[in-house]
C-alpha cells in the first residue's frame, strides 16, 4: 500500500505560482511512478504531468508544458507540481498519482493509488 497526501492549493491570481506537494508513505517509494492529474467542476480527470522513478525522465499535457515542472525528492518521499502562468482554466482539484514502475501507466491512467485531492484556485 501508498499512501499519498496533497498540500499546498490555494487560491491565486492570474499569473501567478503555486507549488504543490504529494507526500508518500507506506511502500518504496523509488518502485513508483509519480505523476498529477486534475479535475475541473464537471469535467473528467485529465492527465497533467509524469515522473519516472527515480526521476530521470518527464511527460506533461500539452496544456501545462512549459509552465508547470514535476519532480520528485525521493530521500523525502515527496513529489512537486510548481505551476507557474496560471490561467483561470488551470483551476481543478489536483490530485496526486502513483504508479509501480513505469510512468507510461500514470498517463495511461493505470493509476494503482490516488491522493485526496487539493483544491487550486486561479482568479482572472
Known amino acids: 500500500q501508498v499512501q499519498l497526501v496533497e498540500s499546498g492549493g490555494g487560491e491565486v491570481q492570474a499569473g501567478g505560482s503555486l507549488r504543490l506537494s504529494c507526500a508518500a508513505s507506506?511502500?518504496?517509494?523509488?518502485?513508483?511512478?509519480m505523476g498529477w492529474f486534475r479535475q475541473a467542476l464537471g469535467k473528467e480527470r485529465e492527465f497533467v504531468a509524469a515522473i519516472s522513478w527515480p526521476g530521470g525522465s518527464t511527460y506533461y499535457a500539452d496544456s501545462v508544458k512549459d509552465r508547470f515542472s514535476i519532480s520528485r525528492d525521493n530521500a523525502k518521499k515527496t513529489v512537486y507540481l510548481q505551476m507557474n502562468s496560471l490561467k483561470s482554466e488551470d483551476t481543478a482539484v489536483y490530485y496526486c498519482a502513483a504508479a509501480l514502475r513505469s510512468y507510461y501507466r500514470i498517463v495511461s491512467r493505470e493509476v494503482d493509488y490516488w491522493g485526496q485531492g487539493t483544491q487550486v484556485t486561479v482568479s482572472s
Open positions: 507506506g511502500r518504496a517509494f523509488s518502485d513508483y511512478a
